[in-house]
């Protein structure tokens, strides 16, 4: 039995413990926030390459440099790979040579640690902005456009919210641009003007590239001229999804991504500096640990929407109804499944950063912590196989949370 906020619950595996709140400005007793942070990422590496952005939580880029043993380049390449999580990898070294060098050397032998929810929106936000989800309004997969009350798919932004009015923080992009940096990214044509890049990655030279092939050339190249370059794969979230993170079409996934990584470091610039990171990792879902929302009566009553994902989602009250009590009910049916939170306990706990007033009505009243393999699932809005992905993300496991910081100097 562990304690988590006053909390009980069992693990299974140690990958399924639940990780204290990472508070984003001081190291928690894991070693994890501050600079071991997503968030930290690129205001550390501005700085390595000799101009440092500062963001609204991290005020002193030149110490999150330091603390994240980088050292100063003129070109720097940062590499996102979406889902693939420090535990990942580390259980499957053995089909990345290039990863598995990386990981046995000093400081890349530790997890850094994502945001909650640790999902690809909110994620990019962070990554992007330098801040975290409380600042920049992208706070999971779907959340209520508080106009309308209709919920947002939000890497497509649906439902009429509007990326640059949702996320108003700077970019770091943006920010190293306008002070006359060389700011490239190398990413699939069908990302260049999306939602998620106007929110979260604007402020670059777009550089599309129709192939993994052709993107990694277009890195290579970029590194050749002083600045930064970001690349991002998004293929091992995409596999993971399908058929599991450990199955073989992902392992197939996961050694190609190994081999793009090592042409990378063979074919940059020399003194080229490559951090590679990850939004989040990944857990294996169990269909015996299914909870369908709709089924039940305790849980759908009073609930106008149900937003976020299936390891964390946000409850939208209706009209009248207290947050408390769906509160109650959502604790007495899950019992130890998952930690329940109401919006004003998960903003003072930190969790999302400090929160803006803007951004508070995104949230939802009540907030749903999967715990162990627990997915919670609403078949009344998602689609059959959007509620039985064999393998998911979002919660606050040492799984999900934990990301890999690598860092390679050629
Ligand atoms: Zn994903």
Not at 35 to 55: C, D, E, F, K, Y
Not at 84 to 111: C, F, I, M, Q, T
Not at 290 to 319: F, N, T, W
Not at 402 to 409: H, K, L, W
Request: with cysteine; hydrophobic share 35%; charged share 20%.
């Amino acid at each position: 039995m562990n304690e988590f906020m006053g909390f009980s619950y069992e693990n299974d595996s140690q990958l399924l413990h639940m990780q204290d709140i990472v508070h984003y400005n001081e190291l928690n007793n894991q070693g994890r926030g501050a600079a071991r942070h997503l968030s930290a990422v690129l205001p550390a590496i501005s700085s390595a390459i000799g101009t440092p952005i500062s963001t609204a939580i991290h005020d002193n880029p030149e110490q999150l440099q330091h603390d994240l043993g980088l050292p100063n380049v003129t070109s720097a390449i940062v590499v996102l790979i979406d889902g693939l999580g420090y535990w990942n990898v580390v259980e499957r070294k053995g089909h990345a040579p290039y990863l598995r060098n990386l990981l046995s050397r000093n400081n890349n032998d530790r997890p850094i640690s994502t945001c909650f929810p640790s999902t690809t929106v909110a994620a990019m936000g962070v990554f992007g902005t330098g801040t975290c989800p409380g600042l920049t309004g992208m706070t999971g997969y779907s959340q209520i456009n508080p106009a309308t009350r209709e919920l947002s798919q939000m890497i497509k932004f649906t439902g009429g919210l509007v990326p640059e009015d949702v996320q108003t923080q700077p970019t770091i992009f943006e920010k190293l641009s306008e002070q006359g940096v060389r700011v490239t990214t190398c990413g699939m044509p069908q990302f260049k003007k999306s939602a998620l890049t106007r929110a979260a990655l604007r402020g670059t030279l777009y550089i599309s590239g129709n192939t993994a092939a052709h993107r990694l050339e277009a890195a290579i190249k970029a590194s050749h001229m002083p600045g930064l370059t970001y690349l991002y794969i998004r293929d091992a979230d995409k596999m993971g999804h399908q058929y599991g993170w450990d199955d073989e079409h992902w392992i197939g996934v996961f050694e190609n991504i190994d081999s793009q990584l090592r042409t990378l470091a063979s074919r940059c610039a020399p003194g080229t500096l490559i951090v590679i990171t990850a939004d989040h990792g990944m857990i294996n879902s169990n269909p015996s640990t299914r909870i369908d929302i709709s089924e039940d009566e305790s849980l759908i009553q009073g609930v106008e929407q149900v937003g976020g994902e299936p390891r964390a989602v946000a409850l939208y009250a209706c009209e009248g109804e207290n947050p408390n009590d769906i509160a109650e009910r959502w604790k007495a049916r899950l019992g130890n499944r998952a930690l329940i939170m109401t919006r004003d306990d998960a903003v003072d706990s930190g969790i999302y950063g400090p929160v803006s007033d803007e951004v508070k009505p995104y949230l939802g009243d009540v907030i749903a912590i999967a715990c162990d393999d627990t997915t919670l699932i609403d078949s009344r809005t998602q689609s059959d196989q959007a509620t039985r992905l064999p393998s998911v993300h979002g919660s606050l496991t040492k799984a999900e949370l934990d990301i890999p910081f690598f860092v390679d100097v050629l």
